[in-house]
């Protein structure tokens, strides 16, 4: 999708265990992510650990955008605040929950 798109040279696409693979990403991307999308396991809570290690890690360009997905069957609801981020919109498609992270800013 990303070469039909345009944006390989733009983007990085990586398997890494949450949340602890994401400091690994400074070994292959200098630039600090604008959109972060995460879909991990349902009802394993690597929601909130992962949004921390990005802020963590200093991974998230200001203004920047955590997308995430999880289910309304699992138990692991999206915060309205993690740090700097705050859940500012939420939709759910049939059993799927997709909640969308705005970046504040320092």
């Known amino acids: 999708n990303l070469s039909i798109c345009g944006y390989e040279g733009r983007s990085v696409v990586t398997k890494e ?3 602890k693979g994401l400091g690994r990403l400074h070994d292959f991307w ?10 991990p396991p349902y009802g394993m809570e690597y929601i909130v650990p992962t949004i921390v290690k990005l802020i963590e890690e200093n991974l998230l360009a200001q203004n920047s955008r955590v997308v995430a997905e999880s289910s309304t069957n699992a138990n692991d609801p999206f915060p309205q ?9 939420t939709r759910s498609y049939g059993s799927t929950l997709i909640g969308v992270y705005s970046y504040l800013g320092e």
């Not at 200098?30 to 879909?39: E, P, T, W, Y």
């Not at 605040?81 to 919109?89: C, M």
């Open 17 to 19: 265990e949450l949340p």
């Open 81 to 89: 605040k993690v740090y700097n981020l705050e859940l500012n919109l």
């Open 30 to 39: 200098f630039s600090k992510f604008d959109l972060v999308f995460i879909d």
